[in-house]
């Protein structure tokens, strides 16, 4: 292969990447994230959020209470971090929110479940623990690292676009509808998925429409290609839509409603729609499977609608919708870039290294999970039959569960994304403490699979954790020697 062919297959490899991204994953995800992140951005007061999220809340309230809020969330790492921008900006430590930022795609209860039942109990026993200890330590660690700018950024918070100091009920209503939304979209559950009502629209061609876009775009499942399907290039389109008209209805909202904001907000609902159902081309037409996910999402969508109507003031919806857009012209390009990235990148990695570099339970190993988890980036509950497959080309057990905890929480998107909102140093120190914890979690659940005596283990624990209680005490007292410095200048 010529090095022209070689790099236009590369180039098709990452915009097929996109294009099935785009197609398949943004919308009933990030679509109702990017509107959640909005109003705890606009409407729920600082103190709604500090008083258990806050970096003053006691430890033992503040990181349980992320974890729990992240376990019910089945998100990916790219999804999570637009809900993570919101809980920061509005007052959230940095500690509780990286918590709540790890733990929701590691260890949310659908993920754990399908981990169960596709590989086996004990991998999911194990994804618990280590996410959940390993979870409140990075947060904490994150906290303490961190800890001057952390106070700078408790005090910039403040609730400019929320009156009072509790949450009202209006805005716990529309919370939980959006809510609703997010899980009605993404939750597989027969009830969700079944099938109870079809229609055929007459559309010629449409069968060798989809045939052609799996000619153009890379196809493969073991590699998680997933293609483009003809339901795909029509949500594409109505995506093109979508930022065409919310740049001018929705960009300038702050200014007042204007004409593109009831199209914009029009074809979003519209691309919500379509993507909640099933679309099967055939030869005389087109197949249209109304899903129970389309009439939960029809009717979440509905009741978002009637309480911000009824219930919140116009300006406040305004100010919704900005903090809403602002959230996306932050995320939506780095999102974008990332994932093009990954396609390349996905189409450079042999999958018969897998059996090479993670056969054994070895720090290497260990490593080149975490490393297949951050370039090999799949959607979630994706990520749960790759690790099948792994195990299937010859994956040790440890090095899965290091690509299990580092698949949901770190893809190049996710880090350029998280770094735009909290910075580059925070996020990718971030992104070592995961890469690091992440293979301890294999080295360590490795060694039991091999037979190692739990009581060994238990001091390889001890161990680890008390050379990470040293290096936190030195970072701590490094921090108050400087603030005692600043004080005195």
């Known amino acids: 292969m010529s090095a022209v062919n070689y790099v236009t297959h590369l180039l098709q490899s990452g915009l097929g990447n996109l294009a099935a991204y785009l197609a398949a994953h943004v919308l009933l995800c990030l679509v109702p994230a990017f509107f959640i992140?909005?109003?705890?951005?606009?409407?729920?007061?600082?103190?709604?959020?500090?008083?258990?999220?806050?970096?003053?809340?006691?430890?033992?309230?503040?990181?349980?209470?992320?974890?729990?809020?992240?376990?019910?969330?089945?998100?990916?790492?790219?999804?999570?971090?637009?809900?993570?921008?919101?809980?920061?900006?509005?007052?959230?430590?940095?500690?509780?929110?990286?918590?709540?930022?790890?733990?929701?795609?590691?260890?949310?209860?659908?993920?754990?479940?399908?981990?169960?039942?596709?590989?086996?109990?004990?991998?999911?026993l194990a994804r618990i623990l280590l996410s959940l200890a390993f979870g409140i330590g990075i947060g904490m660690v994150m906290a303490l690292i961190f800890s001057r700018s952390d106070a700078a950024h408790d005090r910039e918070t403040n609730g400019a676009f929320a009156a009072g100091e509790r949450m009202q009920p209006r805005t716990w209503a529309l919370l939980l509808l959006l809510v609703a939304l997010l899980i009605s979209g993404t939750l597989k559950v027969g009830r969700l998925t079944n099938d109870y009502a079809h229609i055929t629209l007459p559309i010629a061609g449409v069968d060798r429409f989809q045939d052609a876009l799996y000619r153009l775009v890379p196809f493969d499942p073991a590699r998680g290609e997933e293609g483009v399907t003809a339901q795909g290039a029509i949500l594409i389109g109505l995506l093109a839509l979508v930022g065409l008209t919310a740049w001018r209805g929705l960009g300038k909202i702050d200014e007042g409603y204007n004409r593109w904001t009831g199209p914009s907000l029009g074809l979003i609902a519209l691309t919500m729609v379509v993507a909640a159902t099933r679309m099967v081309p055939r030869a005389g037409g087109l197949d249209v499977f109304l899903t129970g996910r389309l009439f939960g999402v029809l009717a979440m969508m509905a009741g978002v609608?009637?309480?911000?109507?009824?219930?919140?003031?116009?300006?406040?919806?305004?100010?919704?919708?900005?903090?809403?857009?602002?959230?996306?012209?932050?995320?939506?390009?780095?999102?974008?870039?990332?994932?093009?990235?990954?396609?390349?990148?996905?189409?450079?990695?042999?999958?018969?290294?897998?059996?090479?570099?993670?056969?054994?339970?070895?720090?290497?190993?260990?490593?080149?999970?975490?490393?297949?988890?951050?370039?090999l980036y799949f959607p979630t509950l994706v990520e749960v039959?790759?690790?099948?497959?792994?195990?299937?080309?010859?994956?040790?057990?440890?090095?899965?569960?290091?690509?299990?905890?580092?698949?949901?929480?770190?893809?190049?998107?996710?880090?350029?994304?998280?770094?735009?909102?909290?910075?580059?140093?925070?996020?990718?120190?971030?992104?070592?403490?995961?890469?690091?914890?992440?293979?301890?979690?294999?080295?360590?659940?490795?060694?039991?699979?091999?037979?190692?005596?739990?009581?060994?283990?238990?001091?390889?624990?001890?161990?680890?954790?008390?050379?990470?209680?040293?290096?936190?005490?030195?970072?701590?007292?490094?921090?108050?020697?400087?603030?005692?410095?600043?004080?005195?200048?």
């Open 385 to 489: 039959p790759i690790a099948r497959m792994f195990l299937g080309l010859g994956m040790h057990r440890g090095p899965l569960v290091a690509y299990l905890m580092a698949d949901p929480e770190l893809s190049l998107q996710s880090i350029l994304m998280i770094a735009a909102i909290i910075g580059r140093r925070k996020a990718w120190t971030y992104a070592g403490l995961v890469a690091v914890f992440s293979t301890l979690s294999g080295l360590i659940y490795g060694a039991w699979v091999d037979g190692a005596s739990l009581w060994l283990l238990a001091v390889y624990l001890v161990a680890s954790l008390s050379l990470l209680a040293i290096g936190l005490y030195l970072v701590d007292r490094r921090n108050r020697r400087l603030a005692a410095l600043a004080e005195t200048r």
């Open 305 to 375: 609608y009637y309480v911000a109507r009824r219930y919140f003031e116009p300006y406040e919806v305004q100010e919704w919708l900005w903090e809403t857009w602002r959230f996306v012209r932050q995320i939506f390009p780095l999102l974008v870039v990332g994932v093009f990235a990954v396609g390349v990148i996905r189409r450079l990695i042999r999958p018969e290294w897998i059996g090479a570099l993670a056969g054994r339970n070895t720090v290497l190993g260990n490593l080149a999970g975490v490393i297949f988890g951050v370039f």
């Open 37 to 124: 992140a909005g109003a705890l951005t606009a409407l729920v007061p600082k103190e709604s959020v500090t008083r258990f999220l806050g970096r003053n809340a006691p430890r033992y309230v503040s990181y349980p209470a992320a974890a729990l809020a992240g376990s019910v969330l089945a998100v990916c790492s790219c999804t999570i971090v637009p809900l993570f921008a919101g809980i920061h900006k509005k007052g959230a430590g940095l500690g509780p929110a990286i918590t709540f930022l790890f733990f929701a795609p590691a260890a949310n209860i659908l993920a754990l479940a399908y981990t169960g039942v596709l590989i086996g109990g004990d991998i999911a």
